[in-house]
């Protein structure tokens, strides 16, 4: 009867016993070398536009920061050369009255005619169009200007030739240096801002000079 009673105990033991060293399946999914059943993996779906991607066009951009530039190079050339054409008004004027002054006769008078001109046409054409700031009207002061202090140039010549002068010629010398100033400043700016294109001379082939090739030692 003991035999009987101690045979189910000696199972029970040597089950439990085998249970506690026997590897059961982790659930850990961090390590699938422990893992004996096969996971799922959750993939979330992959949602794609159909609009197209549209590169930006920096167009707009790029014209108005070109615009500003012309607009501000505008500026600069009707502040500088306003301030010349008005100059050479005055200086014109100036030693037109100076000249007479020296001799004053009727004769003498004829000093001022070509300087009240010219002062009237730097004052009243060129001058607002060039401080205007259009691209067009710029352009057509500057070449106003231009041959204004060209003739007066020539006045001033013509007046240095002469055998004869009532008043001195020293005056008339400087606004000769003032007129031709001025001339080459306003066409240097048709030239430098694009308003007048020079033609482009032909190139011309230069032959080539002959090589010498000197003995090696």
């Known amino acids: 009867m003991v035999r009987c009673l101690l045979l189910p105990l000696l199972i029970a033991i040597l089950g439990s016993s085998?249970?506690?060293?026997?590897t059961l399946p982790s659930s850990n999914t961090n390590n699938p070398t422990l893992s004996t059943?096969?996971?799922t993996k959750r993939v979330s779906p992959i949602i794609?536009?159909?609009t197209?991607?549209?590169p930006r066009t920096t167009t707009t951009a790029t014209t108005t920061t070109t615009l500003k530039d012309v607009t501000s190079n505008l500026e600069i050339v009707g502040l500088v050369a306003g301030q010349e054409n008005y100059g050479l008004a005055i200086v014109a004027l100036g030693e037109a009255f100076w000249s007479f002054a020296e001799a004053p006769s009727l004769a003498n008078a004829k000093v001022i005619i070509p300087a009240a001109i010219a002062a009237a046409i730097l004052?009243?054409?060129a001058g607002p169009m060039i401080t205007s700031g259009v691209a067009g009207s710029v352009g057509v002061g500057l070449e106003v200007a231009t041959v204004v202090s060209l003739l007066l140039g020539v006045s001033y010549v013509l007046r240095l030739l002469a055998p004869y002068s009532p008043s001195a010629k020293e005056i008339c010398f400087l606004g000769l240096l003032f007129a031709l100033a001025g001339f080459f400043s306003f066409s240097q700016n048709l030239v430098v801002n694009g308003f007048v294109t020079l033609p482009s001379l032909p190139s011309i082939p230069?032959?080539?000079l002959p090589t010498i090739e000197l003995?090696?030692?």
């Open 206 to 208: 230069l032959p080539s």
């Open 52 to 54: 197209p991607f549209l």
């Open 123 to 125: 004052i009243g054409v």
């Open 215 to 217: 003995p090696s030692f």
């Open 18 to 22: 085998t249970l506690a060293f026997t």
């Open 37 to 39: 059943f096969p996971t």
């Open 48 to 50: 794609t536009s159909t």
